[in-house]
């Protein structure tokens, strides 16, 4: 029996209107929303809305992260969120919704897909098509900071094996089920060996899974301009949360405009669609903004809910309507553009194309869109033994000799002074005098036989004895192998 299309299954009753909520956003989130609800709705998607207040007058009301309190009921209940950009208070006092939203419901996987419309919309690079995967809570995202000293402040970055096993298998998942062929994973683990090293390693294990796809790292450097000036040379791109934001928009604006591009964010039990752009305030109440990139996060949306016939259909007629050259403001080109519209007129533009594929452009199907959940593997435990410790110290007066002979004075039995560096670069034993420093010291204590273990008891001895001695230590790291192996940076800077 030839399968019954999505829209045959609602007439006869067989599929049950996805519960999901609705937040229009602020500034152009209101007139972008109402064009995409239009086009959904037009298109016979099967939706039981429920809004909820989230944005600019839910902070001025007074709730910090822009949300207010009732909509976690909401968002617990249906699971699903449509959302429109939020325009973020300027001034410190609250914290971004969107950073909120993404590590409250565990949404770990940011989809982006960038794709060029060349020559409806001519772009530099009309082979374009690639997905980037962007980590989405771990990273500097942690927002761990400390203002340690004077002068020096410190954001922890935080990268671990379940979050970099979770992201990773989602992008080859991905991969396989959108019938991409390359990931590419970039990093900076000649640097950050422990961090970006974990990322590339846990890649490369599970890259070993999947031997129907090509897998490749790149550093992230000549990974992101390899990416500007021949985007067609990758496909899937997977990277930590900070190097993901920044790769992402780069792509998204090479692919025509801000306006286009849509994005997922995906969780174990949640999930958000949103499109990447903000609130632009500049052309708000207008009716002239593009509502493509929402109306594109709400196919991936309709795709995720199963309801992928419509899903294409939408999608189908957007790209018909751009083949005609009907395009809003920001994409509008005298020679390849035929009419102006703005954000209302672009959406009768879609409906009226519904159930119309494509010519030239590439005809999408959603037949497999589904993600499946991702569980990293737990693993054993490591053999973990203390080394030593790296004591963090603030002294606006000393130089590193001097600095040197205080710690000296403090040493104890077990644990000796063996090195001092100064923003990573050594500067005791044999430093070199014209070493730049700040008042921010890491001196490294380790037992005076090599990889002999000491104990948190004589970890606090040396602090008390540090204490004593008035010396500011202002934090500690532990120095520990893991089955033998050195668990942190050698502290020479590279
Ligand atoms: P923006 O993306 O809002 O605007 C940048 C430029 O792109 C502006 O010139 C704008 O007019 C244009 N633009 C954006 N979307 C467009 C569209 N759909 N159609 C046509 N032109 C479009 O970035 P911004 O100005 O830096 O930020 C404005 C506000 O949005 C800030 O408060 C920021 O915090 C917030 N923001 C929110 C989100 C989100 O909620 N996901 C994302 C980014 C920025």
Known sequence: MVDATFEERVMRGAV????????PGDGIGPEIMGATLSILEAAGASLDLKPIRVGE?????????????????????????????????????????????????????????CIAYDPYIPVRHPHLDVVIVRENEEDLYAGIEHRQTDE????????????????????????????????????KDNIMKLTDGLFRSVFEEVAAEYPDLKADSMIVDIGMARLANAPELFDVVVLPNLYGDIVSDIAAEISGSVGLAP????????????????????????????????????????????????AERIHNAWMV?????????????????????????????????????????????YASETMPSIEPARRPRAEKALVGVDVFVHDGDSDAEELAGQLQEAET????????????????????????HTD????RFQPEASGASVSHADVVTLLSRLGEKGIDFIKTEHLCTFDGQPGFSLGQGQ
């Open 16 to 23: 049950e209107p996805a519960p999901i909520v609705v937040a």
């Open 57 to 113: 007058a839910v902070y001025h009301a007074g709730h910090s992260s822009g949300i207010a309190p009732e909509a976690w009921d909401d968002i617990r209940e249906r699971k699903i969120i449509l959302k429109g950009p939020i325009t973020t208070p300027q001034g410190g006092g609250v914290k971004s919704l969107n950073v909120t939203l993404r590590k409250t419901l565990g949404l770990f996987a940011n989809v982006r897909p």
């Open 440 to 443: 921010h010291w890491r001196c």
């Open 152 to 187: 020096v402040v410190q954001c922890l970055k935080l990268i671990t094996r379940p979050g970099s096993e979770k992201i990773v298998r989602f992008a080859f998942e991905y991969a396989r089920r959108r019938n991409r062929k390359k990931i590419t994973c970039f990093v």
């Open 263 to 310: 994005s997922a964010n995906i969780g174990g039990k949640y999930a958000m669609f949103e499109a990447i752009h903000g609130s632009a305030p500049d052309i708000a109440g207008q009716d002239v903004a593009n509502p493509s990139g929402l109306l594109l996060s709400a196919v991936k949306m309709l795709a995720h809910l199963g309801q992928g016939d419509v």
């Open 413 to 436: 039995e077990a644990l000796r002074l063996v090195m001092i560096t100064n923003r990573g670069v050594k500067v005791w034993p044999d430093g070199f005098p014209d070493t730049f």
């Open 321 to 365: 309507t751009i083949e005609d050259g009907v395009h809003t403001a920001d994409l509008h080109r005298s020679g390849t553009s035929q009419r102006k519209v703005g954000t209302r007129g672009f959406a009768e533009a879609v409906v009226e194309r519904l159930g119309e594929k494509p010519t030239h452009l590439r005809v999408i199907s």
